[in-house]
């Protein structure tokens, strides 16, 4: 009987083989994602043979890409609605077809020129007149591009004022259309609901990891009756929800490229909220020292410059808070890394379901840092509190 004995060549011509043989699956699967991603393009009523599509931001729900087609005049926006998270993609549109209309006639009376970089424009898939195609089981929703407009990952203290005026504006700037805007994902800043799922979460325990993180549930637990305090306010009639943006990460501002604020971006969320959502939520990212998935958590620490600038800047724009809403800011302060902490960790149990993840303890992970600038901000309460009387006097 004939026995095939490899020698080292033959191991290295097969390893070759083998190489190759996945560089090539891999080309004809992202030939096929590209023939897919141009097909999209063109139902949009844009000419896609010659379009060049590359993946765009970092967003944790969305696929997003950049779509350049020589010859074009713009450059657009092409996105995959995550819709097991927006379940009602006409609401969501709807919603955002609301603001960007009420904004751009807004920005239009003002005089203000080249709209275009001052305000989204979503495309219309001329087949049924929506802002959205559906292809298969997905959602795709294409817009223009700002040109020349870049994202910022770190903040100065100084931009931190104009990006305070700029959210206080957009708010300012909805309030006329609070009837029309639903919610596009339901409860979604209530923190009653979140600490609700948490528990089901920790219950259920679908992933078996409840046993490794006791010290986590505990510091949850502990603190979850103080922070549902804006529901309680709610439901006694004190507190009310307005138009916010409910997603005020720096990277959802686009600035051109002296650094002036264009435009803000990710209007998926826009909806009724408490103002705590925008404010709160901001600093969560932007007075972080460190990053939201900080593995060494001396990084993480509340920033407490980029606290007074943002809150002298939002409080100059956002003239029409109440006086309660203006003493609840340091509180929301705190409130965002908690409920965030809160979000990552229920997915941790749930074994990922929601958050994008970029290895298996990334939620965990991401948690201990929020966890950690919850903390840090709770020191700095007080603090907060004195500015913001000042600020107000
Ligand atoms: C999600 O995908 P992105 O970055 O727009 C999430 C936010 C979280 C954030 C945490 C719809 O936003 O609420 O704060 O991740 N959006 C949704 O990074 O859940
Ligand atoms: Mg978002």
Redesign the pocket.
């Known amino acids: 009987m004939l026995s095939f004995k490899p020698n080292s060549n033959t191991l290295l011509i097969l390893l070759l083989t083998y190489k190759l043989c996945i560089f090539d699956k891999i080309i004809h699967t992202n030939l096929k994602i590209m023939e897919k991603l141009k097909y999209i393009v063109a139902k949009f009523g844009i000419p896609s043979d010659n379009a060049v599509i590359a993946p765009l931001g970092n967003?944790?729900?969305?696929d997003t890409f950049k779509v350049t087609i020589t010859g074009e005049n713009y450059e657009y926006v092409l996105q995959k609605i995550n819709h097991y998270?927006f379940t009602d993609v006409d609401l969501l549109q709807n919603n955002i077809e609301i603001v960007t209309s009420h904004l751009r006639s807004k920005l239009e009376t003002e005089g203000i020129p080249d709209l275009d970089r001052k305000c989204l424009r979503f495309l219309t898939n001329p087949e049924t007149g929506k802002s959205y195609a559906k292809i298969n089981d997905e959602y795709w929703r294409m817009m223009i591009y700002l040109k020349d407009s870049i994202t910022k990952e770190n903040l100065t203290v100084e931009s931190a004022y104009t990006v305070g005026l700029a959210f206080g504006e957009f708010e300012k700037n909805l309030l006329e259309i609070t009837s029309e805007l639903q919610e596009s994902?339901p409860d979604f800043h209530n923190m009653e609901f979140r600490l609700h799922q948490f528990n089901e979460a920790l219950e259920a325990d679908l992933a078996g990891r409840a046993k490794g993180i006791s010290d986590l549930i505990a510091k949850v637990k502990k603190d979850a009756e103080e922070m549902t305090r804006l529901e309680r306010l709610h439901r006694k009639g004190e507190l009310e929800k307005r138009p916010c943006h409910c997603?005020t990460?720096l990277n959802n501002i686009l600035f051109d490229t002296d650094g002036n604020i264009l435009c803000v971006i990710?209007l998926?969320?826009v909806m009724p909220s408490f103002v705590s959502s925008d404010f709160g939520?901001f600093l969560r990212s932007a007075a972080n020292t460190g990053k939201?998935d900080s593995k060494d958590l001396s990084e993480v620490d509340f920033n407490m410059d980029i606290f007074k600038s943002f809150a002298k800047g939002y409080l100059k724009s956002a003239t029409f808070l109440t006086p309660l809403e203006k003493s609840l800011l340091p509180f929301s302060a705190r409130l965002f890394p908690y409920m965030?902490a809160v979000r990552f960790l229920t997915d941790y149990l749930n074994g990922d379901t929601y958050?994008k993840i970029q290895y298996p303890e990334h939620n965990l992970v991401r948690t201990r840092a929020q966890m950690r600038l919850y903390e840090s901000a709770t020191e700095k309460e007080k603090e907060m509190m004195d500015i913001i009387n000042e600020y107000c006097k």
């Open positions: 967003g944790l729900i969305n998270v994902i997603d990460k990710d998926d969320t939520d939201e965030q958050y």
